[in-house]
């Protein structure tokens, strides 16, 4: 009997495979429990357009505002959150004094030496990535930045929402050549041979043991690895090119402004490899914890296909414009796209997304006034049947100690099997979550 779920492996590397029903060894159907549970974090920096954030209603009735109508196909499986904040981070002054924490609720500290607390994510991953090759994956579309705000706030809180222990965050990784390589082992002569012909023999094998149905999926599944492949390729060479350029001025590149760093130049290209990379990371169960921050606190990432001329922060400073509507709305739509890609991938009766708790989330809620007293936040994913889905749900009339982020912390840890008396500043569940 075939084991119902193997793995791919080769020259250095492994692949989890994705269900398939011919590997099934139980003759009823699993049960949500049988599959791993995943969480992932996607963050926008500065806030959103208060004027189009919103949501009402249950289901496929749910109506969605402008910004949030990337969601639209997935309002079944979504839930829109308002009302949550982190006391913490209020009354800290504005920026690195608002994001040090978002993820743990605890108190940071000013000067010279960073404190934070270990974020809800890295909780998680401590907890089931023994049973992974990494235990997370923390990605970012632009370098961190270092010094000192004029709050006497290191730039380290605005870099890093993700921290593996109070005084040290989880490094970022911008390039998506390096955390592809991380994912699947590639090193030295590795790098020039494709993963796909690593596991060549094994997938064929394999192929003939399985329905024509599922050598239908295990083709679609090796296709979408290589297409993804191929374009990491082509950044691990602008990436090498940039390298060498730097080289020539006696410089790092890693510290020059995009392109020349090596990062492309139009972030849409960027932060859709970096939600595929993650999609393909869930689905092999090379991790089940990942986060994304598309663009951070204090972004200087720039916009040219969304017609807006200011960099983000400044933007950010008119965030009930327009213009910067249309980047709150690009940012829902990368994470839209990565929760649809989720939900494109079947497990059992249901799909990866539907095992999966995947948060969008920003440290402000007004940029133009620094007003973090309540954050925009989505949910998508029903983890595994443990989490209701379809929902508006509004905490803004609740009392402050009704409204915590970190209870909805301790809630999603329940979830997962991290059973806390305690997280940040919370010592109760989310109601109604």
Partial sequence: MISRRTVLRGAGCTMALPWLESLHALADTPTPSVFPKRFGVVFLGNGINEDHWSAEGEGAAMKLSKTLEPLEPLREKINVIDGLFVKALTGQGIHPGQTGSLLSGAHISKGAIIHSGISVDQMIANHVGEDTPQSSIVLACEQPMTGYHETNFSMAYSSHISWQSPDSPVPVEVYPSLAWDNLFDNR????????????KERAQELS????S????????YLTSVREVEKRVDGMRKGKADAEDAAKAKNAV???MERPANGLPEDLREHARLMCDIIA?????????????????DLSAMYYPFLDVKEGHHAASHNNNSD?????ARFHVSQYAYLASKLDSMKEGDGTVLDNTCLMFLSNLWIGRKHDNFRLPLVLAGGLGGTLETGRTLNYLNETEDKRKMCSLYLS??????VKLEQFGDSETRLERL
């Fill in 188 to 199: 030295g002569s590795l790098l020039n041979i494709s993963i796909l012909d690593r596991v």
């Fill in 208 to 211: 003939k043991k399985v329905s």
């Fill in 213 to 220: 149905t599922d050598k239908g999926k295990l083709d679609e």
């Fill in 253 to 255: 590149a890693a510290t």
């Fill in 280 to 296: 393909i990371a869930f689905q092999t169960n090379k991790t089940r914890v990942a986060s994304l921050i598309i663009s951070r």
């Fill in 323 to 327: 213009g910067y509507e249309r980047i």
């Fill in 412 to 417: 999603l840890m329940d979830r997962f099997g």
